[in-house]
């Protein structure tokens, strides 16, 4: 699986976007301009970028939409998709700036944070689906966590996230049954 370098920064985004969601134990971590300023230090955006209250609430709203692509198949993608790139204007265009090469950019550099993000991210999914690559977007198999992903491996088998050391978590309660199935 390949995706090109812009893509795989929008999937990234938009994963750590998802991932501020509050998940079991996790507080919501896009609530303050602190919580974006940390977003974006991690996820750097070009073009236009208002610190505010409003931008913190539309990339919450952003943010739902964003995850709801987690729960469904490819095919019900699809619509969900073409309502993020038609809500957001998005008007494809290749830019070149800031080290980078050729890549696209959905928007105007002047459009809301949100609205670029919304772009960005659903051109990133039209490329897992049209690579049809969408089995490659997960939710973390940990009992604990709900935190999502792209498995970007290549045989496909990654099962957990990156952001909470699921695997090695999984990996040791797991050990710890067998052990205590073996002195019973």
Avoid at 140 to 154: L, P
Avoid at 159 to 166: E, L, S
Wanted: hydrophobic share 40%; glycine share 4%; proline share 4%.
């Amino acid at each position: 699986m390949v995706f090109t370098p812009d893509t795989r920064l929008s999937l990234a985004a938009v994963v750590n976007l998802v991932n501020t969601s509050p998940g079991f134990d996790d507080p919501d971590r896009l609530e303050t301009l602190d919580d974006l300023d940390a977003f974006l230090a991690g996820n750097p955006y070009s073009g236009s970028i208002t610190r505010s209250d409003d931008t913190v609430a539309a990339l919450r709203t952003v943010r739902e939409r964003l995850h709801a692509l987690w729960n469904v198949d490819r095919t019900r993608a699809v619509p969900l998709v073409n309502e993020m790139l038609r809500d957001s204007g998005a008007l494809p265009q290749l830019v070149m700036h800031d080290g980078y090469d050729w890549h696209i950019h959905a928007t105007s550099d002047d459009a809301p944070l949100a609205t670029r993000i919304l772009a960005e991210g659903a051109m990133a999914f039209v490329d897992v689906i049209r690579a049809d690559e969408y089995d490659r977007i997960r939710v973390c198999s940990a009992d604990d966590c709900a935190s999502v992903y792209v498995d970007y491996s290549r045989n496909g088998s990654k099962r957990y996230c990156d952001t909470g050391n699921c695997g090695n978590r999984m990996n040791v309660n797991a050990y710890r049954a067998r052990k205590a199935r073996e002195t019973v």
